[in-house]
């Protein structure tokens, strides 16, 4: 698909097993962050979302870990499925800089049956 | 994809020639958001407005040009395509500016020849 880049990085995991992916962000002034997942021909999709003033914040087989101080991001899926195969990216906001949302190049999950 | 329509999904162009694409929703929010994917980018911000008639320029926005004259529909336009511009294009919309998530359109695939 168009979202895949030539060097991607990718996690390999089995059905049933829980994901971990990464993102390190690039700037502590940051105060809002987002994981989005692109399946192959289709736009982003939000999953979950985290404030600054937050570390852990848990969704539907979802959860956001945020580490401020060596600017860390991690999103856990837990008992990956297949339709979890995707790229999912970060993105953060600066705090004062509006909505203008500053992206990673993203992590290709590859579920294996 | 949120109530958010582009048009058209897929083309192809000649250098040199002008190109708009059109992004609608029927969301009423208030912020919309132009971007473009390549591969070994992340996601990067050509232009976006905050209102009719109100935009302002992201990081990659030099040969192209915004109009937004209705809430729903947000025109981009690339006064003379050149091959750099062949990418993924993808339209967002926000509710609010500070710290608020992005809904994603389909995306359009344009080449430039």
């Known amino acids: 698909g168009e979202n895949v880049g030539l060097h991607l990085p990718t996690l390999s995991v089995q059905e049933g097993d829980n994901s971990i992916i990464n993102c390190a962000y690039s700037?502590?002034?940051?105060?809002?962050f987002i994981w989005y997942k692109q399946e192959s021909g289709k736009g982003p999709q939000f999953i979950i979302d985290i404030r600054s003033n937050m570390d852990k914040r848990q969704g539907q087989r979802v959860t956001v870990l945020l580490n401020k101080t060596v600017k860390h991001l991690s999103l856990q899926i837990a008992a990956t499925q297949p339709g979890d195969s995707a790229v999912y990216f970060c993105?953060?906001?600066?705090?004062?800089?509006?909505?203008?949302?500053?992206f990673g190049t993203g992590t290709q999950l590859k579920v294996e049956l | 994809d949120a109530g958010i329509t582009q048009s058209p999904r897929h083309k192809v162009t000649e250098t040199g020639t002008p190109v708009t694409l059109r992004c609608h929703q029927t969301?009423?929010?208030?912020?919309m958001y132009w971007y473009r994917q390549d591969p070994g980018h992340g996601l990067r911000l050509i232009h976006y407005?905050?209102?009719?008639?109100?935009?302002d320029k992201g990081e990659v926005s030099d040969g192209y040009s915004v109009s937004r004259s209705k809430t729903e529909d947000f025109l981009l336009t690339l006064e003379s395509a050149t091959s750099s511009q062949t990418s993924v294009y993808f339209c967002?919309?926000?509710?609010?500016?500070?710290?608020?998530?992005?809904?994603f359109g389909p995306g359009t695939r344009l080449t430039v020849t």
């Open positions: 969301e009423n929010h208030r912020y």
């Open positions: 967002a919309i926000s509710e609010s500016l500070m710290e608020a998530e992005q809904y």
């Open positions: 993105a953060e906001n600066l705090r004062g800089g509006g909505n203008k949302l500053t």
């Open positions: 407005s905050y209102g009719v008639k109100d935009t």
């Open positions: 700037n502590s002034a940051s105060d809002y």
